[in-house]
């Protein structure tokens, strides 16, 4: 008998799915025995700068941190919550991670690698097309955030931050937001207390 945490995470998993392409019992079956599930601890790092991996990552519950360590100072990327997909660079480029990924929170993610995909899609090759399109809207996705990124000031970063992802604003450390949005803490005080300060006007 399984847990109902696991049950109940099977669900959030096929529900995300099906915005895709519907599955029949048979296929979510198969989703099943992969056996893809872990239940992560916050501080957990799941790759280490010059480590390889084949391992990618689909968060279901919680939240997860790609930073760089640069001079002994982490510089943060990107954070991943709920539904949101990570493959590392690695995987693609077969050198070892440039950075590091670690658990911001307790998480719960699905963890694959190229073996099982292949294997899945073997089976069934519909799961193929299914994660061709997740990946080409994931890379679709990060190209926007990034060109917003990289040609916006740190105050039209913040306010974009408050706009699409407000729930990391509670969920990270001040001192990892401001490095991702390339700033000292310091500044994010002052930035959050202008912003707080033009809303009264």
Known sequence: MEAPEQINMYEVLFNFLSKYMSLSEEEKNEII???????VKKGTILLKEGQQSKDSYFVLQGCIRT???????????????????????????????????????????????????????????RFETLCRMLSEERLTLQQIDFDQFRTSSPEQR??????????????????QLASYLGIKPQSLSRLRARILENSKA
């Open 158 to 175: 913040y306010l974009n931050l408050i706009q699409k992802r407000p729930d990391l604003l509670q969920r990270v450390p001040q001192h």
């Open 33 to 39: 025995s992969l056996d893809i599930f872990r239940s």
């Open 67 to 125: 930073y760089y360590v640069i001079d002994g100072e982490e510089k943060t990327t990107a954070f991943y919550t709920e539904m949101d997909v990570l493959t590392p660079h690695c995987i693609i480029t077969k050198a070892p991670s440039e950075y590091y990924i670690s658990c911001l929170e307790d998480s719960i993610l699905t963890v694959s690698n190229s073996d099982m995909e292949a294997d899945a899609n073997r089976r069934f090759p």
